[in-house]
């Protein structure tokens, strides 16, 4: 892995870095060896598994990838609630065994179960029957039960078309079956993975409803708390929101990560490796590993 390194600046920027996917430990339809394996298929050089709040798939991800000789680095994509949003955090390159980043994973997780049980009760209001239970059948991992899970029944069961459809007319905030739910903080996140010795990256910075001004002053506590960089390149961004965050990149001098968030075949924008590179004069966060 530390051959890299020694590139010249331009090879580095456009390694085949893929740092943000999800496997059957979170919401991903994939194993996480199978994850790994993928995408070294598909051409990626260096691969992190960033499962929802889980470390669980990250044994079986790096054994793979080492099989195969593809590089890896631990990742974690944490829930945060910031000022009533919900936001993720990705973590990379952090110690697996740290104790606190652990701890404050499972209390995260502690809360999933029964928010999809009133997820499934908002459902039934409007006439959607046994969601949970339906929701659960696609969850392998229980105490990860999400709203993909939910989406995926929505689905099956013929109420919606496709996913995009499912979180435009359900489980987001004013529609029905979207629950409140206590996420860790903003300086939680932060203190976990760096207290763990990772790298912390705003994941899709895009896809979240903030103007212009809260999302400056959202990047500037994330600087401030100690947070290094953000995705500039991933699966849910436009060309705009490439500019836009390639921009706000060098403005706030974050390094820039590049992830497809992959969750499976046939359900994901952008398979594992498939993404464009990094965009000129950026610095790829994979120079900091
Ligand atoms: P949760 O952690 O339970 O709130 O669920 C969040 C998950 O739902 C995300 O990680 C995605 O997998 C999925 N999701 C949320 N919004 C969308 C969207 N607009 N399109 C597709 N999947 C989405
Ligand atoms: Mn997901
Ligand atoms: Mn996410
Ligand atoms: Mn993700």
Same mark, same amino acid.
């Given at each position: 892995m530390h051959s890299y390194f020694r590139c010249p600046c331009w /090879?580095?920027? !456009?390694? +085949? %870095?893929?740092?943000? %996917?999800? /496997?059957? %430990?979170?919401?991903?339809?994939?194993?996480?060896?199978?994850?790994?394996?993928?995408?070294?298929? +598909?051409? !990626?050089a260096m691969l992190a598994l960033t499962d929802h709040?889980?470390?669980?798939?990250?044994?079986?991800?790096?054994?793979?990838?080492?099989?195969?000789?593809?590089?890896? @680095? +631990?990742?974690?994509?944490?829930?945060i609630e910031w000022e009533a949003l919900q936001i993720h955090i990705l973590g990379l390159a952090f110690n697996r065994a740290d104790p606190a980043l652990n701890a404050g994973l499972a209390a995260i997780r502690s809360g999933r179960i029964e928010r999809a049980r009133r997820m499934s009760a908002e459902l039934e209001k409007v006439g959607?029957?046994?969601?949970?239970?339906?929701?659960?059948?696609?969850a392998a991992n229980p105490s990860l039960v999400s709203r993909a899970h939910f989406g995926r029944y929505l689905v099956e069961s013929g109420v919606c078309k496709d996913l995009r459809s499912v979180f435009e007319s359900y489980l987001v905030p004013?529609?029905?079956?979207? @629950?409140?739910?206590?996420?860790a903080t903003l300086s939680d996140s932060l203190r976990w993975i760096l207290g763990a010795g990772g790298l912390a990256v705003v994941a899709h910075p895009g896809r979240y409803k903030l103007s212009r001004a809260d999302m400056r002053r959202f990047?500037?506590?994330?600087?401030?708390?100690?947070?290094?960089?953000?995705?500039?390149?991933?699966?849910?961004?436009?060309?705009?929101? !490439?500019d836009a965050f390639g921009r706000l990149a060098r403005e706030h001098d974050f390094l820039a990560s590049r992830g497809s968030d992959?969750?499976?075949?046939?359900? /994901?924008? @952008?398979?594992?490796?498939?993404?464009a590179p990094l965009p000129a004069g950026l610095t790829p966060v994979w120079q900091a590993f």
């Open positions: /090879s580095v920027s !456009v390694l +085949n %870095c893929d740092l943000h %996917c999800h /496997s059957t %430990c979170s919401d991903g339809l994939l194993p996480a060896a199978e994850v790994a394996r993928r995408a070294a298929a +598909n051409g !990626v709040d889980d470390l669980d798939g990250l044994p079986a991800a790096r054994a793979a990838a080492d099989a195969v000789g593809m590089a890896f @680095v +631990n990742g974690v994509e944490i829930s959607i029957a046994g969601a949970f239970e339906g929701a659960m059948r696609f004013g529609r029905p079956g979207y @629950v409140d739910h206590r996420w990047l500037g506590e994330f600087k401030d708390l100690g947070g290094q960089a953000i995705e500039v390149m991933s699966g849910s961004h436009t060309a705009e929101h !490439v992959f969750h499976g075949p046939g359900e /994901s924008y @952008v398979d594992l490796g498939k993404l």
